[in-house]
């Protein structure tokens, strides 16, 4: 077996990023901090260019740059539900909770100060509690929920299985022996 390594916040932030499209394996509770912090830090200084824009404009490119640093978070989140031995299937609430955050965020950017209201509709109370209920199922699995100790059925435990080869190269879960398909699971 090769020697193990214990990965770095830069090395987890990059298989992050190289990982975009890899729902199979386990993902630390580390590699999503580690992601969250680079892309707000990101997300931060690109907000603090001055692009010269209308406002309402100001907005759609903001948005568009959030949901390209938001891109990895899919993945992320299917690699933290197998780490917890849970189907990644639950992703596809990402979806439309973060829709419905767009839309209430567009509620406020295209406010009328004529008729002091926006001219979008409010959002039907069902929505609001399914945002709400997506945030904190989204959260407690990110914050709270513990990866399952050994190997499960998405593959073996990654805090304890990563040698620096697959460290650099990123996909030590794509190679992980008895990983099981998303889909299937």
């Known amino acids: 077996m090769a020697q193990q390594a214990t990965p770095n916040g830069l090395t987890l932030v990059m298989r992050a990023i190289t990982g975009i499209v890899t729902f199979m394996g386990r993902s630390r509770r580390s590699e999503f901090f580690y992601y969250w912090i680079a892309a707000m830090l990101f997300g931060t200084i690109i907000r603090h260019i001055p692009f010269d824009l209308s406002p309402r404009t100001d907005w759609i490119v903001d948005q568009a740059g959030q949901l390209l640093l938001l891109l990895p ?15 990644g299937w639950w992703t596809l609430l990402l979806p439309p909770t973060m829709a419905l955050g767009v839309y209430s965020s567009a509620r406020f950017v295209f406010f009328d100060p004529l008729n002091g209201a926006s001219t979008l509709p409010d959002l039907p109370i069902w929505a609001l509690l399914f945002q709400i209920g997506g945030v904190l199922f989204f959260l407690a699995f990110i914050l709270v929920v513990p990866g399952t ?14 040698d620096p080869e697959q460290l650099r190269t990123g996909n030590h879960q794509d190679e992980a022996e008895g990983a099981q398909d998303p889909l299937l699971g």
């Open 149 to 162: 100790e050994g190997a499960n059925r998405f593959g073996p435990d990654p805090r304890s299985s990563i």
């Open 73 to 87: 978070i899919f993945a992320l989140f299917a690699r933290r539900l197998h780490d917890a031995n849970v189907s």
